[in-house]
């Protein structure tokens, strides 16, 4: 979107409220201004805005005037301006664009109608079809109803009649304007219409902005008491928990001691059962190791070739080493039991032998 930043002035801080939030909740950067003035010092001093937002009717110098001076600097004529205004009749938003406006924006503002009228603007400031900045000897005054043209060099006659006398040619003179009293009824009227209109701005941009710091003092001590009594109940809250908690963790503790000593004994006994390392042991030893050996092939196909032949290796010598020292005692236990037979065997023969002789030498006899 090429409308990134916004001016948004305006006097009432109600009016630039509202409208600031549907400018920022459409990703735009938004400066605002309580006054024409104050605007035009923004403008001189600081970048200039892809937009303005103009309030209509402001104390001091109004909306109207403020466009024109925006519209007579040749470094500001560009800045398309969207007048806020409660004014929509068809000859106001016709006489606005006459002296610069781009487009109107009825007050209070509608999301939707904020939207349609950005749209266009973007669309327009993408394809270069920005209206021209009026000339600079244009004016136009909507603020208040005018009396009726007068020639730009006209005089004013006082007189209490309608008509006048003519000349010595017959006709009135152009450059002189009869001062009637419906005339000055007209006038009258539209300066007391222009003075209480702008009074009673004042008087209801006021009392909106005093209803504003109002309700919002009230949000913030509401929210701060809500704040201050959810604390006090979170902290009584916290104190009656912890209370309720400590006999029940000191049960808890000395439970769970009582089972960890349970455990501890029961793990001690145990290990003195099945201290040493038994025959039966070394059954298992050599039937894990074998079975160590016979692990399916498609593990091993995930290790490297190197450790693979390592592994193998150490493998095989342990169950060699096992299996030689198994032989060793087995056969050291059959010299053993061979040697005692032929012991006993030869004692017995020796026997027999002496017993043989001792009867041939009739000993026996």
């Not at 006994?269 to 160590?292: P, Q, Y």
């Not at 005692?329 to 039991?337: A, D, H, Y």
Request: glycine share 4%.
């Amino acid at each position: 979107m090429a409308i990134k930043n916004a001016l948004l002035v305006d006097d009432s801080k109600v009016a630039r409220f509202a409208l600031s939030k549907l400018l920022e909740n459409r990703d735009m950067e938004v400066n605002m201004a309580s006054s024409a003035e104050e605007a035009l010092d923004f403008l001189n001093s600081n970048g200039r805005p892809d937009v303005i937002f103009m309030d209509h009717l402001m104390p001091g110098m109004n909306g109207v005037e403020a466009t024109k001076a925006i519209k007579g600097n040749p470094d500001t004529a560009a800045i398309p301006i969207i007048m806020c205004t409660s004014k929509k009749s068809s000859s106001f938003m016709q006489e606005a664009r006459n002296f610069g406006v781009y487009n109107i924006l009825t007050k209070p503002p509608h999301t939707d109608r904020l939207s349609l009228v950005l749209e266009q603007l973007d669309k327009d400031v993408i394809d270069g079809t920005l209206p021209e900045a009026p000339a600079a000897g244009i004016e136009n005054d909507s603020e208040a109803d005018q009396p009726a043209s007068l020639p730009e060099n006209a005089s004013v006659e006082m007189s209490l009649k309608s008509d006048r006398e003519p000349s010595d040619n017959g006709s009135t003179a152009a450059n002189v304007v009869p001062l009637t009293s419906d005339l000055i009824e007209q006038i009258a009227r539209s300066a007391v219409k222009t003075h209480v209109n702008n009074r009673l701005h004042e008087l209801l941009s006021s009392l909106f902005d005093e209803q504003f710091d109002h309700l919002k003092r009230a949000l913030d001590e509401s929210r701060n008491k809500q704040e201050s009594t959810i604390d006090e109940k979170l902290t009584a809250m916290t104190g009656l928990v912890e209370e309720r908690t400590a006999n029940l963790r000191d049960e808890v503790a000395a439970e769970v001691n009582l089972n960890l000593g349970r455990e501890l004994a029961d793990l001690k006994k145990e290990l003195k059962r099945n201290s040493g390392f038994t025959s039966e042991h070394m059954a298992e030893l050599k039937d894990h190791i074998t079975s160590v050996q016979t692990i399916d092939t498609e593990f091993w196909q995930t290790l490297q070739s190197e450790a693979i032949q390592q592994a193998h290796e150490i493998s095989r010598e342990t169950a060699e080493d096992i299996a030689q020292r198994t032989i060793d005692l087995f056969v050291t236990q059959q010299r053993s039991s061979a040697s005692r037979v032929y012991t006993m065997g030869l004692a017995v023969s020796l026997g027999i032998f002496s017993v043989g002789i001792a009867w041939l030498a009739g000993l026996f006899g």
